[in-house]
């Protein structure tokens, strides 16, 4: 099973300001099928980025992926104020799929 | 416009299954991926499995106590876990892949709550 571990727990920024989330796998990224999902409260996942780059539709140019192999990358040019929230990466290339721990991005 | 709802009991007794069910609206069931997602209250995501067509895929950790089964002519697929403890509590997401690609639509999710 591939383990995601995510980095850092909670990131406290202000609006504007560019958030770095990072995201290890325990293991190569079988053909980086790696995603990106931001969660607000009560409500469920939204994609944000799959196989480690590549914008999902609808999802705002500030949201960018890189990476490949075993440490990826979410970063957030400059963050607005429905930005904050928790964000999870996903392993979807290896069974079983699995998620990170999830990284809370506050408002400092 | 493809909307996904999840149904079913809040409310499980110790040792009894959980059933839930999901209803696909807006497009076809054919050619993907149906899978469900638990999110245990305060905590992360975690992966429970998968049907495409009649090929399941489980998380180890819930294979012994798992099933996944679709029908197609309700438009619905489906979601038992058997032998429930306290947890197994968590808001249940159900959810939709393209192959090759991770879920994309997902429901709203409910919570079930595993209590005598």
């Known amino acids: 099973e591939v383990v995601l571990t995510q980095s850092p727990g909670t990131l406290s920024l202000s609006p504007g300001e560019r958030a770095t989330l990072s995201c290890r796998a325990s293991?190569?990224?079988?053909?980086?099928?790696l995603a990106w999902y931001q969660q607000k409260p009560g409500q469920a996942p939204r994609l944000l980025i799959y196989?480690?780059?590549s914008r999902a539709a609808g999802v705002p140019d500030r949201f960018s992926g890189s990476g490949s192999g075993t440490d990826f990358t979410l970063t957030i040019s400059r963050l607005e104020p429905e930005d904050f929230a928790v964000y999870y990466c996903?392993?979807?290339?290896?069974?079983?799929?699995?998620f990170g721990g999830g990284t809370k991005v506050e408002i400092k | 416009q493809v909307q996904l709802q999840e149904s079913g009991p809040g409310l499980v007794k110790p040792s009894e299954t959980l059933s839930l069910t999901c209803t696909v609206s807006?497009?076809?069931?054919?050619?993907?991926?149906w899978g469900w997602i638990r999110q245990p209250p305060g905590k992360g995501l975690d992966y429970i499995g998968w049907?495409?067509?009649?090929?399941?895929n489980y998380n180890p950790s819930l294979k012994s106590r798992v099933t996944i089964s679709v029908d197609t002519s309700k438009n619905q697929f489906s979601l038992r876990l058997t032998s429930v403890t306290a947890a197994d509590t968590a808001v249940y997401f159900c959810?939709?892949?393209?192959?090759?690609?991770?879920?994309?639509?997902w429901g709203q999710g409910t919570l079930v709550s595993v209590s005598s």
């Open positions: 959810a939709r892949a393209v192959d090759s690609r991770p879920f994309d639509y």
């Open positions: 807006g497009d076809y069931m054919s050619g993907y991926y």
């Open positions: 049907i495409y067509y009649g090929t399941t």
């Open positions: 293991q190569r990224v079988s053909n980086n099928y």
């Open positions: 196989v480690a780059s």
């Open positions: 996903n392993q979807y290339g290896s069974s079983p799929l699995s």
